[in-house]
């Protein structure tokens, strides 16, 4: 169902004239399912190929950092926001792709924890089994969100933290008692096919949403490809199918 709403989407995009045989992409884990998508159907079309390496957002900051470089690069606003800060990405490119909120997610046929209310929230993470999240920038805020309401502590001997969200999601949909699981919405509605339930969005009042950008690289030996690529995956369609899975959109338009 995910394919053909892409496929949808990008088949009515704008066309894109400018090509390159190949553009290389840093990328964030939780754009991860549609990124791949577009990547595949934009290849179709122009015949230049995408190759992405996903990572979770404190990690790209790290290797962007370290000297690593790509002609793209699409991660939380403050990674790009610094790497343009530092000469590392070119801030007339840098465009809004979408937000995500952070969601709740279960075992797909479990009972679904109440999370309705802030207090709701806290009491069924203390009847929970294990607390799983991961290391990229939703856990990162899950982590303080639980220092904030005094759980720590309380939760410490059940909380599972794991490499990234697909890692999270994966052990919430093998699991076997009764778990609760926290990442972007976007990564648990593609973990689904694998057991995993989403429950439905933190409580607004703890909720947190991280703006994803995109920006082509100062190094980049194919910047007008890598904005044509960038423009493609900002058109109205792309942020539709963006939308299907969780993202939001952004009121913001896609490089002119």
């Given at each position: ?6 496929t ?8 894109v004239?400018i ?10 884990q939780?754009?991860?399912a549609a990124?791949t ?5 934009y290849?179709?079309?122009t ?15 790290k290797?962007?950092?370290a ?15 610094q790497?343009?800060k530092?000469?590392k990405?070119?801030g007339a490119?840098?465009?809004?792709i979408?937000?995500?909120a952070?969601?709740v ?7 679904h ?7 709701a929230l806290?009491a ?25 309401l ?17 890692a999270?999601m994966?052990r919430i ?9 926290f ?5 648990i ?5 694998k ?18 950008v ?13 904005r ?6 900002t058109?109205p369609?792309?942020r539709n199918?963006?939308?299907a ?8 338009v896609?490089?002119?």
């Amino acid at each position: 169902m995910l394919r053909r709403i892409y496929t949808v989407a990008i088949l009515a995009a704008v066309a894109v004239p400018i090509s390159a045989a190949e553009l290389s992409t840093l990328a964030t884990q939780a754009v991860g399912a549609a990124l791949t998508s577009f990547a595949r159907e934009y290849k179709q079309q122009t015949g230049t190929e995408v190759k992405i390496s996903f990572d979770t957002g404190p990690n790209l900051a790290k290797r962007v950092a370290a000297g690593e470089s790509a002609d793209i690069l699409i991660a939380p606003a403050a990674v790009v926001d610094q790497a343009v800060k530092d000469g590392k990405a070119a801030g007339a490119t840098r465009v809004e792709i979408g937000r995500v909120a952070v969601g709740v997610a279960t075992r797909r046929g479990a009972p679904h924890p109440d999370i309705s209310s802030v207090e709701a929230l806290k009491a069924s993470l203390r009847k929970a089994d294990t607390v799983v999240y991961s290391q990229g920038t939703s856990g990162v805020y899950v982590h303080k969100m639980l220092a904030d309401l005094g759980l720590a502590d309380e939760l410490a001997g059940k909380v599972l933290q794991l490499a990234n969200g697909e890692a999270a999601m994966e052990r919430i949909g093998a699991g076997k008692g009764n778990e609760i699981g926290f990442t972007m919405i976007s990564e648990i509605t593609f973990a689904e096919p694998k057991g995993v339930a989403l429950v439905g969005p933190l409580p607004a009042a703890v909720q947190n949403y991280t703006t994803y950008v995109g920006a082509v690289m100062t190094t980049s030996p194919s910047s007008d490809a890598a904005r044509a690529f960038l423009k493609y995956i900002t058109t109205p369609a792309a942020r539709n199918a963006l939308a299907a899975t969780g993202w939001e959109r952004m009121v913001s338009v896609g490089i002119q």
